[in-house]
């Protein structure tokens, strides 16, 4: 899927919330080769944004969402939702 480009940038969809946001605006995951769901802003591949916002993390992390999205048993290490979350654009002011 192509993404659209807004005045701000490429636009995203959350897998949360399916709010449509700026692509630096959220976080990008990707499933590792050994399954595994890592942040990764830059890399190459399949992967899936999400808002750094507690409550679409959790959504994405439960019912098996990802592993839908990025076509494969994924593996989500507990962590993973505090990374996220630590990424919001308001911490830290």
Do not use: F, S, W
Not at 18 to 41: F, I, N, S, T, W
Request: charged share 30%.
């Amino acid at each position: 899927m192509v993404g659209r480009r807004g005045k701000d940038g490429p636009i995203r969809t959350c897998l949360g919330c399916r709010q449509r946001r700026p692509k630096g605006e959220l976080v990008r995951l990707v499933r590792r080769p050994d399954g595994r769901v890592v942040v990764d802003p830059t890399g190459p591949g399949r992967g899936v944004y999400v808002c750094a916002d507690g409550e679409c993390v959790a959504r994405v992390l439960r019912g098996g969402r990802l592993n839908v999205a990025l076509r494969g048993m994924c593996a989500v290490e507990p962590e993973l939702a505090t990374v996220v979350n630590a990424m919001r654009p308001d911490r830290g002011r």
